[in-house]
C-alpha cells in the first residue's frame, strides 16, 4: 500500500529550479509582469529545457517505480507564477515522464510556507533572498545554484552528496573552527566525539532517504552493490582526528552513507566530478562555485559561515 503523503520524501519545487526559465525571467525583471505574462501564453505550447535540479528529481520520482508498494516519494511543485502560466508547466510533466501531479500557483506570493501543507521535507528554489529568508525561519531550503553542465548520464541511479556540518548537523564545530582555527577545532572534536552533533538544516531530508534505504536492504539483492537505488556520499573538509565524531553523530542516528570522503581541505569538485551525484548540498559557497561548472549544486545558507 502506498504511503499517504505525511510518510513520503516530499520535495517542494519551484519552476526555476526543475526547469530553465532564464529567458522568461529576464523578461519579467526587464519588461514587467504583463510581458512575461504575454511571453507565457505566446509559448504556452513550448516544452522548457530542464533545470539545475531536473536530473535529482527525475531520478527521485523513479524510485516510486521501483518501490511501487510504498511509492515513497512525492514532488510538489510550489511556484510564484499564476495558474495561466502554470499551464505550461504541468504540459511538460508528460514529455518529461515526471509524475508531478500536485502543483500551488501563488500569483507572486512565497511559496515556501506552504511547505508544512505538504510535509516537505526540503525547498528547492533559485531565488537565494527567499531561501534564506525560509532558513532564517527553521525551514528545510536550498539554493539551487546555475549549473551549465546537461545531464548525460543515462542511469536511474539516485546519487546525492552532502557537506557535513552545517548541512546534515548544526554549526556546533564549524562555530569553533571560526573562533580558533583547525588546532582548536580538533581539539574540541576529540573532547567531544562521544556526544553526537545536533541536527541540522538537512537532517529531515536524510532521515526520509534513511527511511527508503531500508526499503531496499528489506527486499532488494543489490544492498552494498554499486547497483544499489540511492547511494548517498558525504563529502567534508573534515579529516583524522575530527572524523569520529562524525561517525558517531550518524551512528546515534540510525542513518548510514555508502561513501565518506574526508578530505581535509582537498578541492571538492575534484571528488564530485568522479562522483557525478545529480545534487550536492553545502553550506560554503566556495566549495560550491568551482563545483557548479559540472555538478548540480545547492547552496544551504546555514550557520555561522554564512553570517
Known amino acids: 500500500m502506498a504511503y499517504p503523503i505525511e510518510q513520503k520524501l516530499v520535495v517542494g519545487i519551484t519552476s526555476t529550479a526543475l526547469f530553465d526559465f532564464s529567458t522568461e525571467h529576464q523578461i519579467f525583471l526587464d519588461e514587467g509582469l504583463d ?45 510564484r507564477n499564476d495558474p495561466e502560466a502554470g499551464r505550461r508547466m504541468m504540459s511538460a510533466m508528460p514529455h518529461y515522464e ?19 501543507a505538504v510535509n516537505a521535507c526540503l525547498y528547492l528554489s533559485t531565488d537565494k533572498e527567499e531561501v534564506k529568508d525560509a532558513i532564517a525561519k527553521g525551514h528545510p531550503a536550498g539554493h539551487v545554484l546555475p549549473c551549465a553542465m546537461q545531464d548525460g548520464d543515462y542511469d536511474n541511479q539516485l546519487r546525492i552528496a552532502f557537506d557535513f556540518d552545517g548541512v546534515l548537523v548544526d554549526d556546533e564545530a564549524e562555530s569553533q573552527y571560526e573562533h580558533g582555527g583547525l588546532p582548536l577545532f580538533h581539539h574540541y572534536e576529540v573532547e567531544n566525539k562521544d556526544r553526537p552533533l545536533k541536527n541540522g538544516p538537512l537532517m529531515p531530508l536524510m532521515k526520509q532517504i534513511a527511511a527508503i ?21 558525504i563529502v567534508t573538509a573534515r579529516s583524522a582526528p575530527a572524523h569520529e565524531r562524525l561517525l558517531n553523530t550518524m551512528k ?10 574526508l578530505t581535509g581541505g582537498i578541492e571538492k569538485k575534484n571528488i564530485l566530478d568522479v562522483l557525478k551525484p545529480q545534487i550536492f548540498f553545502d553550506d560554503q559557497l566556495g566549495h560550491l ?19
Open 35 to 79: 510581458a512575461f505574462r504575454a511571453y507565457q501564453a505566446a509559448h504556452g505550447s513550448d516544452i522548457p529545457t530542464p533545470g539545475a535540479a531536473f536530473p535529482f528529481i527525475k531520478r527521485l520520482l523513479h524510485l516510486n517505480k521501483l518501490f511501487p508498494e510504498e511509492s515513497p516519494v512525492e514532488v510538489v511543485m510550489l511556484s
Open 98 to 116: 515526471l509524475d508531478i501531479s500536485r502543483a500551488f500557483f501563488l500569483s507572486g506570493a512565497t511559496p515556501y510556507p506552504y511547505m508544512s
Open 213 to 233: 534505504q531500508e526499503i531496499e536492504r528489506r527486499g532488494s539483492q543489490r544492498t552494498n552493490s554499486q547497483e544499489k537505488a540511492v547511494r548517498i556520499s
Open 252 to 261: 546515534n542516528l540510525g542513518i548510514e552513507a555508502d561513501e565518506l570522503f
Open 289 to 307: 562555485t568551482p563545483a557548479s561548472a559540472s555538478t548540480p549544486c545547492v547552496h544551504i545558507p546555514f550557520g555561522i559561515r554564512n553570517q
